[in-house]
């Protein structure tokens, strides 16, 4: 049996940017098929392909006329050894294996923003054979994602095979029935390695600064919109075998509360309202402990250990000196309080501790 992969590509033969479309299919010898029989497989098994194929928003055709390429035996035969040349540049760039598609370490990102990149980044040092691809709502950032190593895949287009592992890092924020998109992420996984959701420590229900960990309770549905999408999202989740990670503030040097607060100056909230952080790294190596443990149904709290004010955070990062601007106060007094969050309990289920056990280690400044 062969194994063929196809890609689109530029007249010059570098991958498209904007739009990547793979396929894999068992094709016995073409001797053993008549052109007529070629083209019916083709168009009973893999509708979705010519779709793709003949796409009317599609920059570049892999073929312009299907049936222009099948509609001699003769003319077939004649091309076969240039086109399995093609193909088997196709799968040399593509980094395919010839026993398929997708392989056992391959790992699908949904929402490949910034935690995403540093979970391929991770993945990738850890599986250098693997491939990593990456679902968007746009072709805004696939030739970004090509650059590091990320095949990018637009929502909606059909995938022919799933995949083993699978993370879901997108926000809520730009989509309208979240629930269901995290649903169609789970459709993607095939169950032999890992699914795990990012999800947010919000949906505790704990505003009072007090104690927090992965068995406290959460907000009832229909409390809070903003939680009832995390914990309906979560429930698609844990009912596809899915894990869940609820994870503290993510922050990096330049994007976090910290940046926004220096940006504002002035910001119109409680300095003593508790909130919890953790790494963008830290965040990354402990989705990836999860999904290496292929753990099923199981929530885990991602987070430093370490608790801080917003006044606390915004004097750190003053005596860190590594700012240019100035943060000047915060305003606020009858907002609500935070949560002090604790996640030892994942971190002895998982073996897994932090690059950076606190915001104030990452700056470099004494606690």
């Known amino acids: 049996m062969e194994t063929m992969s196809i890609t689109t590509s530029t007249t010059s033969g570098s991958f498209i940017s904007s739009q990547q479309h793979l396929c894999s299919c068992s094709l016995l010898p073409v001797t053993h098929f008549s052109t007529s029989q070629l083209r019916f497989r083709f168009r009973f098994r893999f509708p979705s392909l010519l779709l793709l194929l003949h796409s009317p928003n599609s920059h570049f055709s892999?073929?312009?006329?299907?049936?222009k390429h099948t509609s001699s035996s003769s003319s077939s035969m004649s091309h076969s050894s240039s086109s399995s040349s093609t193909i088997g540049e196709a799968k040399k760039g593509l980094d395919v294996s010839s026993t398929g598609l997708v392989g056992q370490d391959d790992l699908l990102i949904v929402g490949p923003g910034v935690l995403g990149r540093i979970v391929?980044?991770?993945?990738?040092?850890?599986?250098?054979?693997?491939?990593?691809?990456?679902?968007?709502?746009?072709?805004?950032?696939?030739?970004?994602?090509?650059?590091?190593?990320?095949?990018?895949?637009?929502k909606g287009t059909?995938?022919?095979?799933?995949?083993?592992?699978?993370?879901?890092?997108?926000?809520?924020?730009?989509?309208?029935?979240?629930?269901?998109?995290?649903?169609?992420?789970?459709?993607n996984w095939n169950g032999k390695g890992s699914f795990i959701f990012t999800s947010s420590s919000?949906?505790?229900?704990?505003?009072?600064?007090?104690?927090?960990d992965e068995d406290s309770p959460v907000v009832p549905i229909g409390r809070s919109p903003r939680t009832d999408v995390l914990l309906k999202a979560e429930k698609e989740v844990l009912e596809a075998g899915g894990c869940v990670l609820r994870l503290a503030g993510l922050y990096k040097s330049d994007r976090g509360a910290h940046t926004y607060w220096l940006e504002k100056g002035i910001v119109e909230a409680r300095p003593d309202h508790i909130l919890?952080?953790?790494?963008?790294?830290?965040?990354?190596?402990?989705?990836?402990?999860?999904?290496?443990?292929?753990l099923q149904g199981r929530i885990f709290l991602g987070c430093d250990n370490h608790p801080l004010s917003r006044q606390e955070v915004m004097d750190?990062?003053?005596?860190?000196?590594?700012?240019?601007?100035?943060f000047q106060a915060f305003t606020g007094t009858n907002d609500s309080l935070g949560k002090k969050l604790n996640n030892s309990k994942t971190r002895a289920e998982i073996g897994w501790e932090p690059k950076y056990p606190s915001f104030a280690q990452f700056l470099g400044v004494e606690e």
């Open 62 to 67: 892999l073929f312009t006329n299907f049936n």
């Open 120 to 154: 391929a980044q991770q993945w990738k040092q850890e599986h250098p054979g693997c491939q990593i691809v990456g679902q968007t709502m746009t072709t805004d950032h696939h030739e970004e994602l090509i650059n590091i190593g990320i095949k990018p895949l637009l």
């Open 202 to 212: 919000a949906p505790y229900d704990c505003y009072d600064n007090g104690p927090c």
């Open 158 to 187: 059909e995938s022919i095979q799933k995949f083993p592992y699978v993370i879901f890092c997108a926000p809520p924020s730009r989509t309208v029935d979240y629930p269901a998109d995290v649903r169609l992420a789970a459709s």
């Open 276 to 294: 919890n952080l953790i790494h963008y790294e830290d965040a990354a190596s402990l989705a990836i402990a999860i999904l290496k443990k292929k």
């Open 316 to 326: 750190l990062v003053e005596r860190s000196g590594k700012f240019n601007k100035k």
